[in-house]
């Protein structure tokens, strides 16, 4: 058996100072990078996803408010535009060489890193964690209650066994990451925490 770490969209604009900021978001980069330095044998393969929109007026298939106020729910203002400062990962997100690279978003808007492309070769994320043979996933990062949950839900779909640690994730609101949360442990994924 082996594992996979899937990092979800620790990007500039989804921490503090950014166009979408989660509280807590930096914090969750700097605790991600000390969770793979200490525990880096433990996975085959590390995986890092990245919201990567296309820049107003598109909206991205409705991701992004376009007539008037975003509602924070299905609507949101212009984020990670592709090959932005806002779209690079936060500068305390350390990824080990080797970190297979995820698109999602691409004029379209896609919550769960399942549904983007590798960047640079072909294929999607299922292909390549099924490369290295991996059967059990932990996922981590931004946002709990959108992106990380539907990661999570997608993994669990494919057919792997699915964690979440969640110390290092943060959540748009708490009252969506508790009913996320909830989703998630209905759904067979494991809630646990990176520290025994
Ligand atoms: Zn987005």
Redesign the pocket.
């Known amino acids: 058996m082996a594992r996979a770490l899937i990092v979800v969209d620790v990007q500039n604009d989804f921490c503090e100072g950014g166009a979408l900021a989660v509280v807590g978001g930096a914090a969750a980069a700097g605790a991600i990078s000390a969770h793979l330095d200490a525990h880096a044998a433990d996975y085959a393969l590390v995986a890092a996803t990245a ?1 990567w ?1 296309e820049p107003l007026p598109d909206s ?1 298939d409705g ?1 992004f408010a376009v007539d008037g106020a975003p509602d924070y729910v299905s609507t ?1 203002p212009e ?2 535009v592709r090959d932005s400062a806002g779209a690079s990962f936060h500068p305390d997100l350390r990824l080990p060489s080797g970190t297979v690279l995820v698109h999602k ?1 691409q004029g379209r ?1 896609d919550y769960s890193g399942f549904a983007g492309q590798l960047v640079g070769r072909p294929g999607d994320l299922a292909a390549a964690l099924r490369a290295a043979e991996v059967t059990e996933v932990d996922v981590v990062g931004l946002a709990t209650d959108h992106c990380v949950t539907a990661t999570a839900l997608d993994a669990r779909g494919a057919g792997f066994a699915v964690r979440v640690l969640t110390d290092l994730t943060a959540g748009v609101s708490t009252s969506t990451s508790i009913a996320a949360l909830t989703r998630l442990h209905r759904s067979g994924v494991e809630l646990v925490t990176s520290q025994p």
């Open positions: 919201d929109h991205n991701h949101w984020h990670c978003g808007q």
